[in-house]
């Protein structure tokens, strides 16, 4: 077996090290964030946050229930919106996401009979 050049094992180490740091920064701000999901997170919390404002207890609780809910804690929440801070697509995507979550809640609010579910 033939031993390899210094420059060719600097070369595929540079090529490795490369690979690793872009395939780290796809992960952290791409297009896999669920988006979605931690849109309709910051409503259910905004929604839980006013309708306890009176009750900060209840709402510690109504936290931990909606991370549950969507299977993700609060750690994994801050970082994603820090994320989409950090990228103009994804934070305007997450506000339309939200805000069409939002109309869509408000939409079941108005049809007949929802108060008796609340309720």
């Not at 964030?33 to 910051?42: H, N, T």
């Not at 946050?49 to 801050?78: C, M």
């Amino acid at each position: 077996m033939k031993p390899v050049n210094v420059n060719n094992k600097l070369l595929i180490l540079a090529v490795l090290f490369l690979s690793l740091i872009a395939g780290i920064k796809c992960q952290q701000s791409g297009p896999d964030l669920p988006v979605d999901k931690i849109a309709k997170v910051y409503v259910d919390l905004l929604v839980a946050k006013e309708l306890n404002r009176s009750n900060p207890d209840t709402v510690k609780i109504l936290k931990k229930e909606i991370f549950n809910k969507y299977g993700i804690d609060s750690a994994f929440y801050a970082t994603s919106i820090k994320n989409f801070k950090d990228d103009k697509k994804l934070w305007d995507k997450f506000f339309a996401t939200a805000k069409a979550y939002l109309d869509s809640l408000k939409n079941d609010l108005t049809k007949p009979g929802s108060l008796k579910k609340i309720r």
